[in-house]
């Protein structure tokens, strides 16, 4: 009888015991389906810039996963226009995100300009271009260019061509690319002779120079659009993580990558 009473003093022991643990496992279990997921559509160019801050956020307000779907800023708007599940998208032009707007897919009153850029005339670093001018000479045979059909950089590079009385004369050398890091590439691979870009996108290369800076007036505002959308699954964390983009930590972040803040 003596054994008996031991045994069952031990299963009332291990019973409060069991049940500790299993709310324990299961509290834990909820703090993990609980950790946020963000998918974000960013374009091209900000693609350092923004795995940088995902980093100092999450060390900052915790556990928060990102997922990023970089490209050419039409590309990312037609997606969520397709039904994409993007929580907020970030486009380096006002068009792909006034479209979104105007079918109702971003969330009300959340649609901000955050940064600024600026178009330069990029080509390798031994090459003799001093100036846009320069392109329409015969030394020149490939000059690399976003697809305006998709890519603002695209755009805004054929704006400028244009304002300087070069589009035409140049029309048989473009090569066009899938997003303003291809143009990047094409050029420091010595596939293209000279390509535009961002001024931002020739500050992280080693393998390219400037050649001429765009002056503002030959091409719309170079801005970037933040919006979070309307389906999104995690409106209160994007929310957070939308606001915490025009943080001193943020902002110093993007001024690095060579942005200015809008």
Known sequence: MAHARTGSNLVRCALPTAAFL??????????????PTLTLSIAASLQ??????????QQDRGPVEFRNNLGASGTLAREIEQGAPVDAIISAGAKPVDDLQAEGLLAQGTRTNLLRNTL?????????LTGFDDLATPAVRLVALGDPASVPAGQYG???LNALNLYDKLHAKIVLGKDVRQVLTYVETGNADAGLVYGTD????T?????AVAPESSHDPIVYPLAIVAGSRNQEATRDFV?????????AIFIKHGFTMA
Not at 207 to 211: A, E, F, G, I, L
């Open 243 to 251: 606001v915490y983009l025009s943080s001193p930590a943020a902002r």
């Open 120 to 128: 330069v005339l990029i080509a390798p670093p031994d090459s003799k």
């Open 22 to 35: 299993f709310i324990a496992l299961l509290f834990a279990g909820c703090r993990v389906a609980q950790r």
């Open 158 to 160: 054929r704006q400028t």
């Open 202 to 205: 020739a500050h992280i290369s």
């Open 48 to 57: 350092d810039a923004m795995v940088e801050i995902e980093s100092k956020y």
């Open 207 to 211: 393998k390219v120079r400037v050649v």
